[in-house]
């Protein structure tokens, strides 16, 4: 099993930059994908970005694409969200979550954190 931690949320004007920050526990981590997904008030979470075990491989939603960057590190079993130009539309809470595939939907993802607010300002 692993644990995810969510960190680095927070209110932020739009055209802001924000680093989102998820801590695994186990010694495990590198054998997950990672995912960050996110959900604002009164829609379905939706996909954000993915990264695979090696980070060799990435995918995006079309919404974020040229906006965020997923990374990871897998000495320190941490997995990150780097979003810049953050938008209105942004405004959700964030949550990583770990799978054994590099998915961009919620049944491919095995464990969750409990999310993170981003909130950002027009």
């Known amino acids: 099993q692993v644990q995810l931690a969510e960190s680095g949320g927070g209110l932020v004007q739009a055209g802001a930059s924000l680093r989102l920050s998820c801590a695994a526990s186990?010694?495990?981590?590198?054998?997950?994908?990672m995912g960050w997904f996110r959900q604002a008030p009164g829609k379905e979470r939706e996909f954000v970005a993915a990264?695979?075990?090696?980070?060799?491989?990435?995918s995006y939603a079309d919404s974020v694409k040229g906006r965020v960057a997923i990374f990871r590190d897998n000495v320190n079993n941490r997995v990150y969200l780097q979003m810049n130009n953050l938008k209105p539309e942004d405004t959700a809470v964030y949550y990583c979550?770990?799978?054994?595939?590099?998915?961009?939907?919620?049944?491919?993802?095995?464990?969750w954190g409990q999310g993170t607010q981003v909130t950002v300002s027009s």
């Open positions: 186990g010694r495990t981590f590198g054998n997950y994908a």
């Open positions: 979550a770990a799978g054994l595939a590099l998915g961009s939907t919620d049944n491919e993802y095995a464990y």
């Open positions: 990264i695979s075990q090696n980070p060799r491989s990435t």
